[in-house]
């Protein structure tokens, strides 16, 4: 079964910054789409932003584009989301998620939970002053 844990949320300022890790055991990360989503009380999960396989190209939503960034390091299996100029309407438990789904756009989409198979925990991101 593959397994996904996040990691790296926390308590920061309006403004600050954070990153978030997600490490994979029984698989290999570059061979999945990754996702990352997040949801916030009374709220719906959302995405937030995503990478393919292999070539790693990314997708932004509107509300992240410019101040999040998705990366990898395939050689610690392991997938990152970079948060600057947090806010506090980006407080939300986030969660990171794979797929092997393979879109006709050649980028990976977040639109769809249903594409991603497996999920993390989450981990809770709080931003406030």
């Known amino acids: 079964q593959l397994q996904l844990v996040e990691s790296g949320g926390g308590l920061v300022q309006p403004g600050g910054s954070l990153r978030l890790s997600c490490a994979a055991s029984?698989?290999?990360?570059?061979?999945?789409?990754i996702g990352w989503f997040r949801q916030a009380p009374g709220k719906e999960r959302e995405g937030v932003s995503c990478?393919?396989?292999?070539?790693?190209?990314?997708y932004y939503s509107d509300s992240v584009k410019g101040r999040f960034t998705i990366s990898r390091d395939n050689a610690k299996n392991t997938v990152y989301l970079q948060m600057n100029s947090l806010k506090p309407e980006d407080t939300a438990v986030y969660f990171c998620?794979?797929?092997?789904?393979?879109?006709?756009?050649?980028?990976?989409?977040?639109?769809?939970?249903?594409?991603?198979?497996?999920w993390g925990q989450g981990t809770q991101v709080t931003v406030s002053s």
């Open positions: 029984r698989f290999t990360l570059n061979n999945y789409a």
């Open positions: 990478s393919n396989s292999g070539d790693g190209r990314a």
């Open positions: 998620a794979a797929g092997r789904r393979v879109w006709n756009t050649n980028i990976c989409s977040i639109s769809d939970r249903d594409d991603y198979t497996s």
